[in-house]
């Protein structure tokens, strides 16, 4: 599988555990994605403001 084709299926698969039904025709990858974020609200996440956070609290991808 390449980038772009995860990009795209994890995309398809955000948008059915986040909104009711198919995806938006026209809308793929990187597109689809802003359009699910673009105007939501993020939840409060308050371990980024706490100043106990560490660096071996944070998982990076490898």
Do not use: C, N
């Amino acid at each position: 599988m390449t980038r772009e084709q995860q990009i795209e299926q994890e995309a398809r698969d955000l948008w059915k555990a986040m909104k009711e039904g198919s995806p938006p025709r026209g809308l793929h990858g990187s597109d689809l994605i802003d359009a699910l974020v673009r105007g939501s609200e993020a939840p409060p996440y308050e371990r980024l403001h706490s100043p106990f956070l560490r660096d071996s609290q944070i998982r990076r991808p490898r």
